[in-house]
């Protein structure tokens, strides 16, 4: 059985940081896209950012770049998110997830398949 969970969230102030965790059991990251969405009230889930599963590709929603960090720690079969310069604008559930598909410029959350529960990043002004 596959279980994914995320970790980290919290409330920050704006200009702060924050790194999320993702963990997942019943499956080896390594063999997997994998990534992190967000879901902010009334608005659809959006990708944030993707890593390929060699680990020698991300991308980013224009909106994080260059605030946001993604990596993984195959030994540790973990994946990470690195927030930095955060926004009120970010505050949203936090995603993780893993797919068998890779788009160089897209992080689709319909070619996702596991999905973690979530967890919350709220960014006060």
């Known amino acids: 059985q596959v279980q994914v969970v995320e970790s980290g969230g919290g409330l920050v102030q704006a200009g702060g940081s924050l790194r999320l965790s993702c963990t997942a059991s019943?499956?080896?990251?390594?063999?997997?896209?994998v990534g992190w969405f967000r879901q902010a009230p009334g608005k659809e889930r959006e990708g944030v950012s993707c890593?390929?599963?060699?680990?020698?590709?991300?991308n980013y929603a224009d909106s994080v770049k260059g605030r946001f960090t993604i990596s993984r720690d195959v030994a540790k079969n973990t994946l990470y998110l690195q927030m930095n310069s955060l926004k009120p604008d970010d505050t949203a559930m936090y995603y993780c997830?893993?797919?068998?598909?890779?788009?160089?410029?897209?992080?689709?959350?319909?070619?996702?398949?596991?999905w973690g529960q979530g967890t919350q990043v709220t960014v006060s002004s």
């Open positions: 997830a893993t797919s068998t598909l890779w788009r160089p410029n897209w992080c689709l959350p319909g070619d996702f398949k596991y």
């Open positions: 019943g499956l080896t990251f390594a063999d997997y896209a």
């Open positions: 890593i390929h599963w060699s680990g020698s590709d991300t």
